[in-house]
Structures are given as structure tokens and as C-alpha cells.
């Protein structure tokens, strides 16, 4: 497979890198942990290592040095109407490189051999109580999967550590595979009566987990690969992203990885802030009757402010333009949904709130982040169970992480050990700065 020749032509430069760095600049300070950062949750501490992706605070994220707009221009499609490939992106942030069309379908092709869901994963999920969350039986799911993992098996059997790598690809590759039938199957289970649709071989990755959702519209098929593509990736210091690489630190298997990065996926912190957006929306439209018009939307942003909320989708720690990935799909709106009330409302509190928060004086950055959007478009296309939103989230996230994993075996990424202090020791430290 392509992609794997162009990894193994990597690992000398990037673990000459590593070691270089490592080695001979282990003492140059990088940033420092005061005590506002060890006890601000580490914000902003620049402490983890993310080859993958960067945030840069005006650009926003780019994925192995592109920006958005870039990648979408420059990642191969079905056809050149289409939105990219996300398996494409995986490529890149796999490898560096942007990869040809032919790498995809070939990765692809691979995928499709491995998608197949073993039976104890469906038992398993059956026999779940009725009421049990989306997340958790994503999360059940992955896990249980752990026991086709290649890389325990390699470890096990004694595999050097310098061809853990190639274990690691192999598994993120079976589990990316299996992770949209995975997910389209919790999907239907708990909320189309329980009746499945096959993948269709003939369809890309991406279109075939809108297929098997059960809607075949073309534009369907964009916007979920729209939407697998814009959530992939977002540095390593995210709660999923992070404690994936905590838990793979410790040579758990990428399963055990991902299935722990889920659960800190579905926090409310984390991935679900894209419903609390849309009932933000929805409660307005349903207060003013329809569409709001600009001064109902300020009137409605107002009330929230006063009342000690905060307005959803708004706003970003690191952030301090528009989400480019917020950008990226109000241009999928203007094109294919422009005259759907809730995306008109969500296009409409765009022209309204930056300058409402701007006047309020407080948030840091007034702008729309990714979750400002991305409800209203599932929305549109009758996906209305707010709590599987976080999956879709969940299916896409799992391929950044995966690939930081990858790389993580590559340069033989020690396990994550930092040193704890105690309040009292902190106390002595503070007092001897006085
Ligand atoms: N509405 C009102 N007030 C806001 C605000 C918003 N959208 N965004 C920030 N503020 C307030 C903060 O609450 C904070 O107030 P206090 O000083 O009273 O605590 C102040 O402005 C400064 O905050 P900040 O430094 O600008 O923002 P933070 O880094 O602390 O927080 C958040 C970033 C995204 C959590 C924040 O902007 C927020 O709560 N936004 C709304 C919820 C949201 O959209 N979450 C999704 C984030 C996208 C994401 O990463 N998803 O995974």
C-alpha cells in the first residue's frame, strides 16, 4: 500500500528530528509552568508534541502546515464538485503529504475489506439498555473490538518496539474502516426502528456512512464529508486528542486509545457544545415565531448575556478570528441550504452577535467557532437526535488521533509521566517568589 511505502520513507528524517531535538536541546526552556497555568488546567502551557496539526489563532487549524481553504482545494475528490476525500486528509496528516487520487482509493479499497462488524460487537450493543447514550455504545463498541488489535498481538509476541508502527497503522486502519457501520448502526438501532442498510461498495468512505445514516442525496454525501473533514483535527492539547495519546502512551492499543478518547468526547465541555447551539437557534426561532430578524437576534443575544449565559458558538480559547471550519460551512450553506430557516437563522446571528459581544466587552474573541454551524446542517437533513451529534464528531476525531499515534510508535514516544505538586508545595513556592 502507498501509503504505508511513504511512511516507512519517513521514519528516518522524522526519529533523526525527534532525537536530534531530544537529546541535544533537552534543557532549552520552551515555556513555563507557573501557577496560574498548573492550576488554570494548563491553558495555553505549551507542553505536548502535535505533528499533525497547529492552531494558529488567526488562520486557524491547519493541517500539516495547510490551512482549510488550502486543503480543500488541494486534497483529491470524487469529482471537482465535490468536498475532498476525509480519508485523504488522514493521508496527509499521516504522511506529510498531500496525496494523489489513487493513494485514496487504494486506501480506501483496503478499508472496504475491513469493514465488515464482528457479531459480539452487535451483541454487545444490543444488549444495552434501550435508553443508554450514543457515546457510550460508540465507546462500548471500539473497545470491545480490542481484541482483533494487531499491535497487543505484535507487543505480545515480543515485535520490536522500532515496528510498532506499522501495528499501530494497521489497527487505525481497521478501526477507521469499521467505525462509520459502527456508528450507523447505533444510529439506526436507537432511532430508525431498529432497520439496517448496508455499505455499498461502490460508494467512498464518507458517502457510505451517509448511505447507510439512510439518506442518499448527493449533497448528503458532501456535506458528511464535509463535515468528517473539518473535525479531524485540532492540535493535541483537546481533551480527546490528548487523552488518546495519554492512554496509546502506556502502549495500549489504539483501541483502548480511541475508545478512552470518546469518552472524553462526549463531555459537555468537549463535543456536545454543537447542540447546546442549535437549541440556542431553536429556542429563539420558536420565541419569535420563524426566522428572527436582525433585531430580535440582538434583543435574544442580550437576554442571554444578562441572564449569566454564555452565547454557544461563540468564542474560542485559542481562536481569534472566524473558525475557517465555521467559514467552510456557511459557504456549503450559501451554496446548497440558503433558504432553510434554521440555516438562515444561524447565517443571519453571524451579522448580529460579534458585534453584540464586542459591546458586552468580555469574551475574548467575538467570533462563530465550528459548533455555530454544523447543527443546523444535520438539521436540515432530518438528523434531529441531538446526541448523536457527538458521534459524527467522534467518527472524524478518531482519524487525527490515530495518526498522532502512528507517529507517536515512529519516534518511539516515551510514556506520559508529568510531576504533580501538592497545594502546600505550591504555597512554599509562591511565598518564596514574594
Ligand atoms: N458568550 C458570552 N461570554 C463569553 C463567550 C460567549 N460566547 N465566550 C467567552 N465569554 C466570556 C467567558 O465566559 C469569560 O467570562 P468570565 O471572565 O466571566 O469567566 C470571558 O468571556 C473570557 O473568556 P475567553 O478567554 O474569551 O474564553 P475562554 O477561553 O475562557 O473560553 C469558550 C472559550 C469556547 C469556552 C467560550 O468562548 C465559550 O463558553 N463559548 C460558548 C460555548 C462554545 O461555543 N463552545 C464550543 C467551543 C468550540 C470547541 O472547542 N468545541 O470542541
New binding site residues.
Given amino acids: 500500500m502507498k501509503l504505508k511505502e511513504k511512511l516507512a520513507k519517513k521514519l528516518e528524517p522524522w526519529r533523526e528530528d525527534y532525537n536530534n531535538l531530544r537529546k541535544n536541546y533537552g534543557d532549552v526552556v520552551a515555556d513555563e509552568a507557573t501557577i496560574g497555568k498548573i492550576l488554570g488546567g494548563m491553558r495555553g502551557l505549551k507542553s505536548l508534541l502535535c505533528e499533525t496539526s497547529y492552531l494558529d489563532p488567526i488562520e486557524g487549524i491547519r493541517f500539516r502546515g495547510h490551512p482549510i481553504p488550502e486543503a480543500r482545494k488541494l486534497l483529491p475528490k470524487p469529482s471537482e464538485k465535490n468536498e475532498p476525500y476525509p480519508t485523504g486528509l488522514w493521508f496527509l496528516l499521516l504522511t506529510g503529504e498531500v496525496p494523489t487520487k489513487d493513494e485514496v482509493l487504494e486506501l480506501e479499497e483496503e478499508m472496504k475489506k475491513r469493514w465488515d462488524i464482528p457479531q459480539y460487537v452487535i451483541d454487545i450493543l444490543r444488549a444495552a439498555p434501550t435508553d443508554t447514550h450514543p457515546m457510550t455504545l460508540f465507546s462500548m463498541a471500539i473497545l470491545a473490538l480490542q481484541r482483533e488489535s494487531q499491535f497487543f498481538k505484535a507487543y505480545h509476541s515480543g515485535v520490536a518496539r522500532n515496528e510498532l508502527w506499522e501495528y499501530a497503522l494497521d489497527d487505525s486502519i481497521t478501526l477507521i474502516a469499521k467505525l462509520p457501520r459502527i456508528a450507523a448502526y447505533i444510529f439506526r438501532m436507537k432511532y430508525r426502528g431498529d432497520i439496517h442498510i448496508e455499505p455499498d461498495p461502490k460508494l467512498d468512505w464518507a458517502a457510505n456512512f451517509a448511505h447507510m445514516l439512510g439518506d442518499d442525496d448527493p449533497v448528503f454525501y458532501d456535506l458528511i464529508r464535509l463535515y468528517l473533514f473539518l473535525h479531524i483535527d485540532?492540535e493535541s492539547g483537546?481533551v480527546s486528542a490528548h487523552t488518546g495519546h495519554l492512554v496509546h502512551s502506556a502502549l495500549s492499543d489504539p483501541f483502548y486509545a480511541i475508545s478512552a478518547a470518546m469518552d472524553g468526547l462526549a463531555g459537555p465541555l468537549?463535543?456536545l457544545?454543537n447542540q447546546?447551539?442549535l437549541n440556542w437557534i431553536l429556542e429563539m426561532m420558536e420565541k419569535y415565531g420563524g426566522v428572527p430578524t436582525k433585531e430580535q437576534i440582538e434583543e435574544y443575544a442580550w437576554d442571554t448575556?444578562n441572564s449569566g449565559r454564555?452565547?454557544?458558538?461563540?468564542?474560542?480559547?485559542v481562536l481569534r478570528q472566524t473558525d475557517p471550519r465555521y467559514m467552510a460551512q456557511r459557504e456549503f450553506a450559501q451554496k446548497y441550504l440558503a433558504d432553510d430557516p434554521v440555516v438562515k437563522t444561524v447565517m443571519t446571528v453571524y451579522e448580529v452577535v460579534p458585534d453584540v459581544?464586542k459591546k458586552?466587552g468580555?469574551?475574548?474573541?467575538p467570533w462563530p467557532?465550528?459548533?455555530?454551524h454544523s447543527g443546523s446542517l444535520l438539521y436540515h437533513y432530518g438528523i434531529r437526535e441531538f446526541e448523536f451529534y457527538t458521534v459524527f464528531f467522534g467518527v472524524s476525531r478518531s482519524m487525527g488521533i490515530t495518526a498522532e499515534m502512528v507517529y507517536d510508535r515512529i519516534v518511539n514516544f516515551p510514556i506520559e509521566r508529568p510531576k504533580s505538586l501538592t497545594i502546600a508545595m505550591l504555597k512554599e513556592i509562591a511565598e518564596g517568589k514574594k
Fill in positions: 485540532h483537546n468537549h463535543g457544545a447546546e447551539c448575556l454564555v452565547i454557544p458558538g461563540y468564542g474560542h480559547a459581544l458586552h468580555k469574551a475574548k474573541n467557532n465550528v459548533d455555530a
